[in-house]
């Protein structure tokens, strides 16, 4: 079994949608959580890390869930410029950090 | 001012040869990774060094072997390439344990 399942998608959406992104984790010991955006043919870069209150960063909310093991991400009012792979990251214990195999979105003019 | 380097961008190479991927971070950071990003886009972690120091050893063939000279170097030596080592490999640094990765631009291994 995987230590964090995505749905690959791919999610595409007309530009000022609202689209929301699922992540489950396996292991109830995983200590910290955090979303990163690839682009195509670029590294993957830290999108924003999940709190357990939940938080947000403009457009963007992230929420997590510890006794169902999952977390998600909301983009609100998509843009043009959100069109990339959303990947959901998982770090166990140390430095031990496992990704989910992304979310592939297309936002649409 | 690039906060995780690695070279060379692109490596070409045939089955069978021995190649090296090199990794510098200019952050001060204390942990250093591998990962392999094949195909399908799934990003793996090979191998993780806190100051020096092998922490992580997924299971990887032992025909990889990273070394780590100083805190800010992490490199990547393939021997014997064979066709499925195809892959983009990227190298990533944390302060902390626990915290944020940087990433380095990927190094897009092809072998023919």
């Known amino acids: 079994r995987k230590e964090v399942e995505q749905d690959p998608g791919p999610f595409n959406v007309p530009e000022g949608a609202t689209v929301a992104f699922n992540c489950t984790y396996s292991n109830s010991a995983s200590q910290s959580f955090f979303w990163y955006r690839q682009d195509c043919r670029k590294e993957p870069k830290l999108l924003m890390s999940?709190?357990?209150s939940g938080n947000e960063d403009g457009r963007f909310t992230a929420q997590l869930n510890r006794a169902s093991q999952y977390i998600s991400l909301l983009i609100r009012d998509s843009k043009l410029s959100d069109s990339a792979t959303y990947l959901c990251v998982v770090n166990l214990r140390g430095n031990q950090f496992y990704f989910g195999t992304g979310t592939s979105l297309t936002v649409i003019p | 001012d690039t906060a995780v380097s690695q070279t060379p961008k692109y490596l070409v190479t045939q089955m069978g040869n021995d190649k090296s991927i090199k990794c510098e971070q200019n952050?001060?950071?204390?942990?250093m990774y591998w990962y392999k990003q094949d195909s399908k886009k799934f990003l793996k972690i090979m191998f993780s060094y806190n100051n020096k120091e092998l922490i992580i050893n997924e299971t990887v063939p032992n025909r990889f072997s990273p070394k780590s000279p100083d805190k800010a170097h992490l490199n990547l030596h393939i021997n014997s390439l064979e066709l499925g080592d195809s892959a983009v490999y990227f190298c990533a640094s944390t302060l902390g344990l626990t915290d944020t990765q940087y990433f380095g631009p990927g190094t897009r291994l092809t072998v023919l």
């Open positions: 952050l001060g950071h204390d942990t």
């Open positions: 999940v709190y357990s």
